[in-house]
């Protein structure tokens, strides 16, 4: 098993900013692509944006230039620097991870969502 836990919302003013975090923790052989994924009421989950093992980067054009993901490699752990917040990114926020996990030589492919933290952007 590999657990996901998310920190970091909370509710803020439209053009204030947040810092969502995960760190991912088990039995983790390898981590491939870290990502934070968004549910708002009444709408489908959408990808946000995501981030490889090597650097690599895609974000929704929706928060292009505003939010900034980064990955620490040695902890587990991503983030999401979210700047010039707006109401309409109000949503509640996952992380997700897949990669290889490993106990007692076994290994096998893991696909893990954290349990979500809520963000709120209203005066």
């Known amino acids: 098993q590999v657990q996901l836990v998310e920190s970091g919302g909370g509710l803020v003013q439209p053009g204030g900013s947040l810092r969502l975090s995960c760190a991912a923790s088990g039995s983790i052989f390898s981590i491939n692509a870290m990502g934070w994924y968004r549910q708002a009421p009444g709408k489908q989950r959408e990808l946000v944006t995501a981030?490889?093992?090597?650097?690599?980067?895609n974000y929704a054009d929706s928060v292009k230039g505003r939010f900034t993901i980064s990955r620490d490699n040695a902890k587990n752990t991503v983030y999401l620097q979210m700047n010039s917040l707006k109401p309409e990114d109000t949503a509640v926020y996952y992380c997700h991870a897949n990669g290889v996990m490993g106990y007692l030589g076994i290994e096998e492919d893991f696909d893990s969502w954290g349990q979500g933290t809520q963000v709120t952007v209203s005066s």
């Open positions: 981030i490889t093992s090597g650097g690599s980067t």
